[in-house]
């Protein structure tokens, strides 16, 4: 049985919470949150005391912490958690600095604790099936891998404004399933972007859409697009060509119902966003997590994979900026 | 090179001519039609002689004819175009009355001549494939068939009360389709049908949908669907369950686009009617008979299948009307 | 909070209690089953006690039961928990007896509890939202209903012959899905089936494929047809025909993956059965029961829906046997 | 009537002798070859003459030419046909050179004679209603182009060597689709490609599998993606994100058949090669042709077209090449 600390109890620790409701082998032991009455609702929730986060750092009772807190406060918690010895679930981005998360890397390779990077796609029953079978080689080798990613619409300016830009907040998920997908490292990037959704993101130093190419060292590319807003739902789709075929995933869409009309015929939109869409993958994510804390073995995706995609997302800001692309230190 | 005169310059007509000019090995001779005007205009766009029905059955200069004329008109032109030697494509149905579909039979068996029944589906490239590979036992033994077969509207009222009934005039393509697919006759048939879709249709003593069960000697079983009104253009789809597997062929629409937006992904309706739905069969169909006629075999669908359907839709007529079940005799 | 006992810890009570396990105004009191190791294990997940029948249904902390025992143990056992006004959930089909259904109806009404019957489908979120836009008028007037029912295998001999036929075992679920979607109610049926699948199946005196058509006052038409096997998976597709339109419900496949090679584009086989098929079902039916038993209301579908569906399947068990129509008592 | 004259009847100039055969307004007076039982094979099926290039050029019964020859005598020939008068209709790439392009426009323009570039895909009705629909609004602002070309398996290398590179040789129909689809001019483009299909490809100085991103001054963008080899069949599709949705075109199969085993259910690969995929897009350019020449419009897409979609391929050779961005030069 898995005791686990949850550190921040907005929307995605609820969701963790509940996922671990579910599984026969961890409970929540304590949660916390800057917010009390927030902390209180999920306590109740979850069967959990409420905590501040060093008590559950220090805890006896805790054998695992999932930080679900906001970017800046991942550091100290993650330091903090390495040291007391506790296996470690951290959303992404792990920190907007690279150098942080090699420093957080270091202190978890030191403490020889477990560490998972919240990449939640990489257990969408979907996706994971899909990467199953280019494993199991039913498409031969990997030559051209196209992501799209399309939030249903864009978050508040506020948001926008101290995400990092949409690289860093976005397009990591997509960098990390690049990387999941094509088992080669990026070794050149190049990424145009643009504000045509919403003029103020533009104002905001930020773009909306946006394109980008990678490469790797053997030739092989991949394509990913962004937008933030899709009239018709969250869009996430992927499509790798290979030698011997193509292997891509659908949106899921609300309900298998079609309905024909003198219009046409017409199926539901996508499923509205992430908490949705992610359901399962959520779910996947956590015992895999809770697995992974209880053997001992390190997660995939790990601290590692963290720091790739937030490599990936820097290079892409810059070259976005530069308007030229980059070549991709490795290691 | 084979020489053909058509009877009947309507519709139907009009596509065999444009068929038979995409063909090497045929031309269009000679062409009749009770309006002169139609007749001309058809003899114009064909490079063809414009002349009177009888003066075609006896022309040393054709070696076929199409006829497409009303049905009250067939068992005449048939027999005249068998006694001169004519290879015969006679549109559906081939007559009213069984008793004339056998002596029509027994002409054309007499004089050895060509004669294929229009039923133009057989030739549909969706549904011949489907067929080739219940052939080639790509799902095994055959155990359940359902076909679906809607109109996008009705016909005039005057149409309805001159067409025999719903069995005979629509449903009559999909007894053949049955027989077709299922490759053993079948022995029992219990039809429903009812006015839902116009109260006149009802007043003409005609149904407007319609169901049917058919079931072979061995067991196999056949559900057949008609309505005469489908918003969403024409519905032509077949499900074929077999031991191994299942094979369906859903509707062409009208181009591949889809549109997706806040009410979902909508494709094109269905390609509006037959004339569109079945362009590439039409054309399959004539070379067909081009290729029997100048070869001397018989084609598939001959001068029997017409008569079986026949027996079908006279066998759903009654069922219908008195609610009971009819067993089908054979021969 | 309501308080469950679960009788019967087979496979479906297991399901019951994973779903009330997500429910937070519900938990599992206590459990009992014929065989003490599953009520043991059941108990031990749903950290409930285990205790034997009659206690449950005469214990002070149980506010409701859920019914998943065999067939002939449920007359007692909703009589029982109709005496002591306890909510009831009671799986299909309610009894084999359509004279015993009546007496529990008669009971339940009188003791004026809640009792659910376990038609999982009605609960299915694309099966519910077809319903939903048939109810807004999407389509206008239903017209025509086909169900397609297809088991990915057929169960042992020794279940066929002790299940009361395909028609009151399979077909059931179909024939309350008929009843939900058309509104209104059939009087007149026919049904026809065979043994294809396995010769053993006929030799139980059975039938493996079957298809059934039924009537109402209005001349609405409704095609249910069912095979105990079908290679590509469980499959569950509803298809309403009417006025302005269709809507249609598609199989829920393993994954929205999809493969390109030389042979085509594959995407995954159905779900396997009905335990992943409805896993959102059997979640949005508990709920639905939980709501019902803590607000007092008559939840759907009710007893009367059981008795309905059980009378259909009598009729279609004589037509298929006698070969003939039958013309359905109302009320 | 117009009266053509087909320069070139190889597999391109029998394909649009077929198309006009099915046209009421349009005959082929003449054709030439430099193989002359080519010639002598399409004038016998055509029922046309068989004549030299000059010949045709300078003859009065030829109010317009259709220029399929080798891409290295398509310079000579416009000039030639320019000073005669004579409608032109001339496959892509017009020629290799950008500056023999304007030269040919600057004589068509003074000879004022109608000049179509064979950009195929535009005819194609999927493609044409997609872009219909843009143009009627229906999502809105265009923001992101998505097209996907890959070929079923590569040319010989002799022809890649004589190719001008996939960039001028394959995707140039890819940036024609992106600028009729985008609707404003790209002013920078960045290209990488490998050859990860046939290393001989790579030997040879040419790529098998490209993408590349253009960008417009608004800041919409397109991603283009090639490959030679798709196991699955001619790969076209093509969508377009914009502001209130998205519209997409699939690929088009070989038949609509799906056929369901115990391994999922399976489609038709997409039409094998161009000469299935857009046989009714060769009908409809054709039909477009003869009706802008018989009319005197210019028609789309015009040599201007031609001359930009080369300026694309250039640009796009040169960044490929050097691995740097590339800014476009208008006008």
């Known amino acids: 049985m898995l005791r686990i600390g949850i550190l921040g109890c907005g929307r995605i620790g609820q969701v963790h919470a509940r996922s671990i409701r579910a599984l026969d082998d961890a409970r929540v032991t304590a949660v916390a949150d800057a917010l009390p009455a927030a902390a209180q609702a999920l306590a109740a929730r979850a069967g959990a005391e409420m905590r501040d986060v060093d008590a559950i750092l220090s805890a006896d009772d805790v054998d695992a912490v999932i930080i679900g807190t906001p970017t800046d406060s991942h550091f100290g918690q993650i330091m903090g958690a390495a040291k007391s010895g506790k296996a470690i679930f951290c959303e992404k981005p792990v920190d907007m600095s690279v150098d942080n998360i090699r420093a957080c890397m270091n202190a978890v390779t030191a403490a020889d604790v477990v560490f998972m990077t919240g990449f939640n796609r990489r257990f969408d029953p979907n996706f994971a099936a899909l990467r199953a079978r280019i494993k199991a080689g039913d498409i031969g080798a990997v030559e051209l ?96 060509h290979g030698q011997r075929g193509m292997l891509r995933a659908e949106n899921q869409l609300e309900s298998t119902v079609e309905i024909a009309t003198e219009t046409g015929f017409r199926r539901d939109p996508a499923q509205h966003f992430f908490l949705e869409r992610y359901e399962a993958a959520y779910l996947a994510e956590m015992r895999a997590f809770v697995a992974a804390a209880l053997g001992g073995a390190a997660p995939e995706p790990d601290i590692h994979d963290g720091l790739r995609a937030q490599m990936l997302a820097d290079a892409a800001t810059l070259s976005r900026a530069s308007g030229q692309p980059i070549d991709l230190a490795l290691g």
């Open 145 to 240: 891998v196209t992501i799209t990613s399309r939030d249903p619409s864009p978050p508040p300016i506020s948001y926008i404004e101290r995400s990092g830009g949409l690289f860093r907040d976005m397009m990591i998920h997509d960098f990390d399933m690049a990387r999941f997908l094509m088992n080669e490292e990026f070794v050149r990037l190049h990424a145009v972007g643009s504000a045509l959704v919403d003029p103020e993101i533009g104002a905001a130093g930020d773009v909306d859409t946006a394109a980008v190419i990678l490469t790797t060292a053997s030739g092989r590319i991949c394509q990913i697009s962004n937008s933030r807003r899709a009239s018709y739902g969250y869009d996430q789709r992927i499509e790798v």
